[in-house]
């Protein structure tokens, strides 16, 4: 059954994906897994969320949590569409695990591509100062 994004679950090597696309995701992460690039990886691992207080707010799952050859580890999101829900866990997330990096993935024409951003800085707004 798809989702109200079109996506629909799909198996991949004996696991259920979210969509296509992340089950795709899997594969690369097999490759890379295969060449010697990553040690590993662990699909669907949740994380809890609290808020300044320690008191939980909700939970997250991330999609992959990859282990380098080295032992350090990073969660990577595969993100066709990215919600506000998810954008305000992301938050959540980074400001719960500061230690852990938190990448974000998607297919741009059958390449794979980070989408991970840098925190946008404000910007001011123009002052529109009429002419008398």
């Not at 079109?6 to 696309?21: C, L, Q, V």
């Not at 995701?25 to 994380?47: C, E, I, M, N, W």
């Given at each position: 059954?798809?989702?109200?994004?079109?996506?629909?679950?799909?198996?991949?090597?004996?696991?259920?994906?979210?969509?296509?696309?992340?089950a795709?995701?899997?594969?690369?992460?097999?490759?890379?897994?295969?060449?010697?690039?990553?040690?590993?990886?662990?699909?669907?691992?949740?994380?809890?969320?609290?808020?300044?207080?320690?008191?939980?707010?909700?939970?997250?799952?991330?999609?992959?949590v990859?282990?380098?050859?080295?032992?350090?580890?990073?969660?990577?999101?595969?993100?066709?569409?990215?919600?506000?829900?998810?954008?305000?866990?992301r938050?959540?997330?980074?400001?719960?695990?500061?230690?852990?990096?938190?990448?974000?993935?998607?297919?741009?024409?059958?390449?794979?591509?980070?989408?991970?951003?840098?925190?946008?800085?404000?910007?001011?707004?123009?002052?529109?100062?009429?002419?008398?």
């Open positions: 059954m798809a989702n109200r994004y079109g996506a629909k679950r799909t198996e991949y090597n004996g696991a259920s994906y979210d969509s296509g696309a992340e795709s995701f899997a594969g690369y992460l097999d490759l890379l897994v295969k060449s010697g690039h990553l040690k590993s990886y662990t699909r669907q691992v949740p994380y809890d969320l609290r808020g300044v207080g320690g008191t939980h707010i909700t939970k997250h799952i991330v999609d992959f990859v282990t380098w050859p080295d032992g350090d580890t990073e969660a990577w999101e595969y993100k066709g569409y990215p919600t506000d829900v998810w954008k305000l866990k938050k959540l997330f980074e400001d719960n695990y500061p230690d852990l990096p938190y990448r974000t993935f998607k297919f741009v024409k059958g390449e794979v591509a980070e989408t991970t951003a840098p925190r946008k800085r404000r910007r001011k707004k123009k002052r529109i100062v009429q002419s008398s």
